[in-house]
């Protein structure tokens, strides 16, 4: 099966710059019908995170559930990668509206709500994440407004620009997962693999029949809705599958995981030429 992505064109739009009628790449390209690619960013380091932003992803995934990231942090990055290919997304450590609120207003393009699993709380997110009259947003986006400096009014650009993005990740969403689907200003549905797993009682078993049966679910229902399906990926033969089964929001490796395995290939390469070395002795 041959896939057309269609990135070069669409992704190549200055982020930096938004016009009147700028339009998310990310959002863009998923409304094409195409699939995006993002990096996960768990390092405190904005080296780090622009060497990501400028790397050939679409999307860099600021990591605020499972890393040391503050908010500052993720602030200092957004602003570090302004002019790079990447836009940043952030994941909130809960589905709450103040930590939607203040990702957003540090710039962040998309908020990523871990642990999604009743349409009530997939309502709630979109309401974090919009403006009124269409969400609860609270007026306050001073610092947004120098990273996205819209000329026709932040809030209507962002309202259109800011992506939703629901983590599904418990069996008790699959149950409800036709009326998660069907909540208005859902952008992607984020299948959240090694969760949904330990719900189904099958902890780190991503392939059990259980889980892979609850992915289905998760792909049919947003299917009927058009919306986005995503999911982790750490090699192209996964990525290659995901994309076959439906998949169009591709969370890649993180700065970290990249950084080992680029280690381990430059060893393997100088054993592979001959090149004698110790092995370091551990310390532990």
């Known amino acids: 099966m041959r896939v057309s992505i269609g990135l070069l064109a669409l992704t190549s739009i200055a982020a930096a710059q938004p016009a009147g009628d700028w339009v998310n790449p990310v959002k863009k390209v998923l409304g094409s019908g195409g699939v995006v690619f993002g990096g996960t960013v768990t390092a405190a380091n904005l080296d780090t995170a622009s060497v990501m932003a400028n790397a050939g992803f679409d999307f860099l995934w600021l990591e605020g559930e499972h890393s040391p990231l503050t908010l500052e942090t993720m ?16 994941r909130v450590p809960v589905n709450e509206l103040w930590t939607a609120k203040r990702m957003m207003d540090i710039g962040s393009l998309g908020v990523i709500f871990p642990f999604t ?38 809030p209507q650009w962002a309202n259109k620009n800011i992506m939703v993005i629901i983590i599904i990740e418990q069996k008790k969403a699959i149950d409800q997962i036709e009326e998660i689907a069907s909540v208005p200003g859902i952008d992607v549905m984020f299948i959240g693999l090694n969760d949904l797993s330990y719900s189904y009682g099958v902890g780190g078993k991503t392939d059990a029949p259980v889980v892979q049966e609850a992915v289905k679910k998760v792909l049919a229902a947003a299917g009927r809705h058009n919306i986005p399906v995503g999911g982790p990926a750490g090699n192209p033969a996964q990525i290659k599958k995901m994309i076959a089964e439906g998949f169009r929001f591709i969370q890649g490796p993180s700065d970290l995981s ?16 001959g090149v004698e070395r110790k092995e370091p002795i551990p310390l532990y």
């Open 75 to 90: 602030r200092n990055m957004i602003l570090t990668t302004r002019g790079l290919k990447a836009v940043p997304f952030t």
């Open 117 to 154: 699993s009743t349409p009530e709380l997939a309502r709630q997110a979109v309401q974090a994440c919009k403006y009124p009259p269409e969400g609860l947003r609270g007026a306050g986006p001073g610092l947004a407004t120098m990273r996205w400096p819209a000329p026709g009014g932040y």
């Open 258 to 273: 990249l950084l080992q395995t680029a280690a381990r290939d430059f060893f393997g390469s100088l054993k592979k030429e």
